[in-house]
């Protein structure tokens, strides 16, 4: 059975960093793109950042230069490094493979 599980969220000051993990378990991480996903109340779930199989990143115009997304396949993990978080960052983040969802960490930002 596969399973996502986040972790790493929490309350941070605006300009503040914080690293997101997801593991990945019941099967193997590589050769899939993987994403982070972030829904903040009141709005739809929107993607944050993701790498394909290949390794190729993308992030939209919102995160980029301040998140980076990255994988360690030996322990099936996949990270999300956030630098300079802004107050609207605000909201639930969540990994998808596959099709499958963590059950979310929430991040706040806020002074």
């Known amino acids: 059975q596969v399973q996502l599980v986040e972790s790493g969220g929490g309350l941070v000051q605006p300009e503040g960093s914080l690293t997101l993990s997801c593991v990945v378990s019941?099967?193997?991480?590589?050769?899939?793109?993987t994403g982070w996903y972030r829904q903040a109340p009141g709005k739809q779930r929107e993607v944050v950042a993701l790498?394909?199989?290949?390794?190729?990143?993308n992030y939209p115009l919102s995160v980029k230069g301040r998140f980076t997304i990255s994988r360690d396949n030996a322990k099936n993990t996949v990270y999300l490094q956030m630098n300079g978080l802004k107050p609207e960052d605000t909201a639930i983040y969540y990994c998808?493979?596959?099709?499958?969802w963590g059950q979310g960490t929430q991040v706040t930002v806020s002074s």
């Open positions: 998808n493979w596959k099709g499958y």
């Open positions: 790498i394909t199989g290949d390794g190729v990143k």
């Open positions: 019941g099967d193997i991480l590589t050769n899939w793109t």
